[in-house]
Every structure is written in C-alpha cells, then in structure tokens.
C-alpha cells in the first residue's frame, strides 16, 4: 500500500487501469467477425482504369466530400459500381481510421442494418469523447441515436431505452411502415445483460428519435418495461468504442480509476471511465489513490485541507 508520486502521466498509469475484468454483454462481445467480416480485397485500381460514368467531370476531392455523406450501405453499392468507384472508398481517411482503430463498431452497423447515420456522423461522434446526455466519457456507441454513452446514462435514463414496433404505436401512435420510422436496427443474436441469451432478431426503434418526430414530451413508462442495468435492449444497441485519433496508432478506450473500484456515487462509480485530462480533474476533486495489493481494494485518500 501507498500514495504513488510522480508526473500526470505516472499518475494515470499508476491509479487507474484500461479495462475492467468483467464483460459489458453488449454487442461488443459477440463474435461480430462471423456475423459481419468485413469485405476488403485488397485490391487498389488505378483511378484512371475505370469510370464513375457522369460524375466522371466531378473532382475525386468533390466526389469524397460526398460520399462521406451516405450510409455504409450505400458506400458499398457504390464501391461495386467500377474499380474506380471501389479505390475512391477504399481510399476515405474516415472510413480508413475507422477501420483501424475500431472495426468492431463498423462490423457492429453493417451487422445491425444501420441506415439512419453516414460515415461523416459517425466518424465526427467517434472523434469526439463526450457522453451525449452527461458530458463525460462515453465510453459506448449507441447505434440508434449514433452518439456516444457512458455505461451509467445508457443502463439509467428513459431516453435511451429502444422501443419495439408495438410500443412505437402504443406509446407515440406510429402505424407499421410509416415512413418516418427510419431510425431503427436489426439487432444482432447474442448474450445480452448477465442472465438473457438472445437468438432471433428484432427491430429495435430510437425512442428519441420517435418522441422528437411526434413533437412530444411522452416516453416509455420504464417501471412497467424496463428492467434498466437488466435490460437485454438497452445492451443489444450499444457497443464499447474508443476515441479515435489519426495522429496514433492505437486509439483511446479511456481509464477506470482503482480508487472507485467498489464506487457507487453518481459520476465516479467503478464503471466511470476518463480520458487522461478527465482522470487528473477526478483524482484533484477526489483525492490520490491508495493502492492497495489487490488493486480492487484500493482507495482514494482523504483530502487534507490546509488551512490558510
Ligand atoms: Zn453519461
Ligand atoms: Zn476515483
């Protein structure tokens, strides 16, 4: 035991840790390589062996600033359009970074059926840290609203919370195949929550979105349906994404503090992660952490106040 000392960076490393030894079960966890490789052949054609057909006139800068505007789906059709078509994307720095640094959540749109976002809204939530609904690190990507979480505002709030295509119409008067009702995912078999095995596929609607088109203030009643941190919906649309950045190889999952290992204090509860700024403001408001030998027992130490 004892209060470690040293640079900001030391300090990171030393009171806090990556990731926690125990599964999320959200679609991060499911073998999303077999319900969604992702096609690549490799291959990369000279841009003047084939035609795009009339948009040929357009610039290929012109060209990318629009395709970063269409859904994954529709990046795909255009790829098979001509080999110029397939090495224009393939060659898309936010596809690419995406790629890299987190397949996973691509693997997780293309494997759900997402439509509702493009790349560009996709790469701009992945690029940025904050929780949509708290402001910390969203540690999480919430594929119906295309924003990112933390595990306590997706497992907690009423917002977040997918409804199915009966609630739709119970709940904000939607008919099936209204045309509205875009914002949806086909979710992805799998173990969700600690006790649900989910073997069929459903489709799963953003309440948000829904509320916002029905200009209204009503939500799913969550004590009659909602089980929250044990509800298998609330974990069948979200997926662990770290923040991207193209100036490293690797990118950013956040840390956990060892110091909140048994916290359950809104905001700084075990579960809580932080970029590295975020950490040093948590460890000034908190105090240093105790280490303790297993780190699981670890502490924050009292802050002393000086008097003047
Ligand atoms: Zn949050
Ligand atoms: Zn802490």
Known sequence: ????????????????????????????????????????SGLDFQLESSSLG?????????????????DFFSLDTFRRVSKQGHTIVSRLPELNLIKRQCPDVLRAVIGTSARHFDLF?????????????????????????????????????????????????????????????TTYINTIPGFYTTARTCQKRRLLWDQATLSRLRKSDTLLNPRNRDRLWAEPRRFMVVIPAPLL?????????GVHCLGCSYSHKPG????????????????????PVLVEDPVDRSRHAPIVEVEA
Not at 245 to 253: C, M, N, R
Request: charged residues 20%; negative net charge; contains cysteine.
């Open 245 to 253: 950045d193209p100036t490293t190889v690797e990118p950013h999952w």
């Open 1 to 40: 035991m004892g209060i470690v000392h040293g640079t900001d960076l030391e300090r990171v490393s030393s009171w806090a840790r990556p990731k926690l030894q125990i599964r999320d079960n959200t679609i991060g966890d499911v073998n999303l390589a077999r319900y969604c490789p992702l096609k690549d």
């Open 121 to 181: 809204a996709l790469h701009k939530t992945l690029c940025s840290s904050r929780c949509t609904t708290c402001q910390s690190f969203g540690g999480y990507f919430h594929l119906l609203g295309c924003v990112r979480v933390c595990y306590d505002c997706f497992t907690e709030l009423d917002i977040h919370l997918p409804v199915h295509e009966l609630e739709a119409a119970w709940v904000f008067g939607f008919r099936p195949g209204d045309v509205e009702m």
């Open 54 to 70: 009339d948009l040929d006139f357009l610039p290929a800068e012109i060209i990318c600033r629009i395709l970063v505007r269409l």
């Open 268 to 287: 700084a509860t075990f579960r809580t992660q932080y970029t590295p700024q975020g950490f040093l403001k948590h460890i000034s408001d908190f105090g």
